[in-house]
Nanobody, 127 residues
Framework: QVQLVESGGGLVQAGGSLRLSCAAS????????MDWYRQAPGKQRELVAA???????NYADSAKGRFTISRDIPKNTAHLQMNSLKPEDTAVYYC?????????????????????WGQGTLVTVSS
């Protein structure tokens, strides 16, 4: 099992900044991508920013120019720097990690796909 723990959410005024962090823990895993999603009340979860191990990034139109995703691959962490926050950025932000994990069963070793989610961190932007 791989666990993701997000941190860094909170209450901020419009125009302010927050930096979210996501840390993956577990054993025998390799992460290929770490992404940030968010879900506002009454809305579907949406992709905010994504980053592969090769450094390719992808941002939602609403995040371009304001948010920056980064990763510390050896530490299995990801960050989302959010600047110029707006009230419409208010949501629970989730970290998602995808990759592979080796599963040991007796003498056998299997490689399984990994798709893990964190518990979310609430970001509230006041006007």
């Amino acid at each position: 099992q791989v666990q993701l723990v997000e941190s860094g959410g909170g209450l901020v005024q419009a125009g302010g900044s927050l930096r979210l962090s996501c840390a993956a823990s577990g054993s025998n895993f390799v992460l290929h991508a770490m992404d940030w999603y968010r879900q506002a009340p009454g809305k579907q979860r949406e992709l905010v920013a994504a980053m592969t191990s090769g450094g390719t990034t992808n941002y939602a139109d609403s995040a371009k120019g304001r948010f920056t995703i980064s990763r510390d691959i050896p530490k299995n962490t990801a960050h989302l720097q959010m600047n110029s926050l707006k009230p419409e950025d208010t949501a629970v932000y989730y970290c998602n990690a995808r990759g592979t994990q080796r599963i040991y069963t007796g003498q056998a070793v299997g490689v399984m796909p990994l798709d893990a989610w964190g518990q979310g961190t609430l970001v509230t932007v006041s006007s």
